[in-house]
C-alpha cells in the first residue's frame, strides 16, 4: 500500500521560499504515475499547485506558476516543491499525492 | 480555468436516509482520450482528503457501495443511499481533465 509523508519547515517569513519533500514507501515513483502538490488554506478549499512525473515533466498552475519549481529524485523516492517569494496568502496545509489523488500524505501546515 | 459549481453547501442528512451532492463543470470533462476525469474526494474532519470515486462512477478500493457516482457532460452527483455517522464531513467534486485541475467549493455534510 503507498504511503506519502510530507516534511519540510512549518514556519515563514515573508519573502522567503518554502521547500517541502514527499517521501513515498510503498511504491516506487520510477514505476509511473504523475505526483502533485496541493494545497488547502485554512478553513478553505483545496487548489492543485502543480504535477510531476518520473521523467521530471512538470505541470505548474498558471497563478504559480513564476514562483514554483517541483522535482523529483528516483533514487530517494521522493519529489519536492519549492515556491519562493511567500507572503501570507501561502499559509496552507500542503498535501503530496499520487496520480489524481488516489492515495494522499497527512498534510503539512506551513504558516507564512 | 473550469469552474466547478456544487450544490448544496450545506447538506444536513437523517442517519438512514439518502444523500445527494450535485457538481457542474463550466466545460464539458470528456477528455480526448475519451474519459471522464470527474473525481470525488471526502474529508472527513481533521483529515486529509480521501478519493471516494473516480472518472465518474468508480468506487476507489473499500469505499463502501452506499456511495456511487453519475454523470456525464457537465453535470454529475454523487449519492449516499444511507448516510452513517462516518459519512459526516466535506465533499470535493475535483476535475483532472483540463489543465489547471480544479476542485469544487466542497459540500459540507452532517448529521441531523
Known amino acids: 500500500q503507498v504511503q506519502l509523508q510530507e516534511s519540510g519547515p512549518g514556519l515563514l517569513k515573508p519573502s522567503e521560499t518554502l521547500s517541502l519533500t514527499c517521501t513515498v514507501s510503498?511504491?516506487?515513483?520510477?514505476?509511473?504515475?504523475?505526483w502533485a502538490w496541493i494545497r488547502q488554506p485554512p478553513g478553505k478549499g483545496l487548489e492543485w499547485i502543480g504535477s510531476i512525473y518520473r521523467s521530471g515533466t512538470t505541470y505548474y498552475h498558471p497563478s504559480l506558476k513564476s514562483r514554483v519549481i517541483m522535482s523529483v529524485d528516483t533514487s530517494k523516492n521522493q519529489f519536492s516543491l519549492k515556491l519562493n517569494s511567500v507572503t501570507a496568502a501561502d499559509t496552507a496545509v500542503y498535501y503530496c499525492?499520487?496520480?489524481?489523488?488516489?492515495?494522499w500524505g497527512q498534510g503539512t501546515l506551513v504558516t507564512v | 480555468d473550469v469552474v466547478m459549481t456544487q450544490s448544496p453547501l450545506s447538506l444536513p442528512v437523517t442517519l438512514g436516509q439518502p444523500a445527494s451532492i450535485s457538481c457542474r463543470s463550466s466545460?464539458?470533462?470528456?477528455?480526448?482520450?475519451?474519459?471522464?476525469?470527474l473525481h470525488w474526494l471526502q474529508q472527513r474532519p481533521g483529515l486529509s482528503p480521501r478519493r471516494q470515486v473516480y472518472?465518474?462512477?468508480n468506487r476507489d478500493s473499500g469505499v463502501p457501495d452506499r456511495f456511487s457516482g453519475s454523470g456525464s457532460g457537465t453535470d454529475f452527483t454523487l449519492k449516499i443511499s444511507r448516510v452513517e455517522a462516518e459519512d459526516v464531513g466535506i465533499y470535493y467534486c475535483?476535475?483532472?481533465?483540463?489543465?489547471?485541475?480544479?476542485f469544487g467549493q466542497g459540500t459540507k455534510l452532517e448529521i441531523k
Open positions: 466545460q464539458n470533462l470528456v477528455h480526448s482520450d475519451g474519459n471522464t476525469y
Open positions: 475535483m476535475q483532472t481533465t483540463h489543465w489547471p485541475y480544479t
Open positions: 472518472q465518474v462512477s
Open positions: 510503498g511504491y516506487s515513483i520510477s514505476s509511473g504515475y504523475y
Open positions: 499525492t499520487r496520480g489524481f489523488g488516489d492515495s
